[in-house]
């Protein structure tokens, strides 16, 4: 994209919305209240407004490669904390998409330098999931179920962080797993059972 070209684009869309709404950016300027925390992949071709149409102020984001939630992420850890125990949203969604290329890149073997170790918390994924996985013959299906697979695992990440543990107490807080079908456009919620998932668990993770 040319860069001249985003500042006419920014423009133009202002134009558009204060033609809607002459105080759009006033109010816009004096706060958030989202509903959401969205947990999405840096892929250019999954903005996570577009796919939601969500206007602005309607979504917290964080977005890195492969939709990873690391406790040792400081921006990831801080998001969470800010999202839920400032911003109080309701819902937290962790999207992946089929197609991913960070989930890919950790099913190949070979040595991807600063990329390791970022792509070795995706390994794992494979690992705790792999008798399941090399069940499956078809590479391109088994691409697509990691996928899947590294969603759910990125959604326990999420629930056991102190911040989510302790918005249990007080709130309806749900935690979502999606993946967004790049073939088709469409979103698809997961249906994760959060209760068999964690049932081995959560005596170590809960906080009284």
Request: charged share 25%.
């Amino acid at each position: 994209m040319n860069i001249d070209q985003i500042f006419k684009n920014n423009q133009d869309w202002v134009n558009e919305k204060l033609g809607l709404d002459p105080n759009y950016f006033k109010n816009l300027s004096e706060g958030q209240n989202p509903e959401v925390l969205y947990i999405g992949c840096s892929d250019s071709r999954v903005t996570a407004e577009e796919i939601m149409g969500a206007k602005p102020g309607e979504a917290f984001i964080l977005r890195n490669i492969a939709n990873m939630v690391s406790n040792l992420d400081l921006s990831a850890m801080s998001v969470i904390n800010y999202a839920v125990s400032h911003l109080k949203v309701n819902h937290i969604i962790v999207c992946g998409h089929y197609g991913c290329g960070g989930v890919k890149a950790a099913m190949q073997s070979q040595d991807l330098g600063i990329l390791n170790p970022w792509l070795r918390n995706i390994r794992d994924v494979y690992r705790l999931h792999k008798q399941e996985l090399n069940n499956i013959k078809d590479e391109e299906e088994k691409y697509r179920r990691l996928v899947e697979l590294n969603v759910q695992e990125q959604c326990v990440n999420v629930i056991k962080t102190a911040d989510v543990q302790i918005a249990y107490r007080s709130r309806n807080l749900t935690v979502h797993g999606w993946v967004m079908d790049m073939g088709t456009g469409k979103l698809i919620d997961l249906k994760i059972d959060f209760d068999k998932v964690l049932k081995d668990i959560m005596e170590i993770y809960h906080l009284d």
